[in-house]
């Protein structure tokens, strides 16, 4: 069996097999498709069979996502321009222990 997990206007596509594990089934995602998913080890989220068949796992609802300041980063545009009132703060001298 294989699925899909589409990212932006990408799928990633990834086999996996199914194994047995006590009463339940198992299967190993692919760091590659975790992290595109941004699931990581400890995320807790919702499994559904979508009506055509599909298991469509989903992050749980009501959990804010915790990104990384790397995340974070990229979503900054390349350059910005600063305000009046950023550069007025900017110019302020320290008045504890900031330095």
Known sequence: ????I???NEAIRKEVK????????AITIPVSVADAARFSEGTIGDIVVA???????RHKAGRKKRYSLNELLQELPETFELTD????WEQLPPVGNEI
């Open 6 to 8: 589409k990212v932006s």
């Open 18 to 25: 199914f194994r047995k594990s006590g009463g339940s089934y």
């Open 1 to 4: 069996m294989s699925f899909a």
């Open 85 to 88: 009132e950023q550069r007025a």
């Open 51 to 57: 009506d055509d068949g599909s298991l469509v796992i």
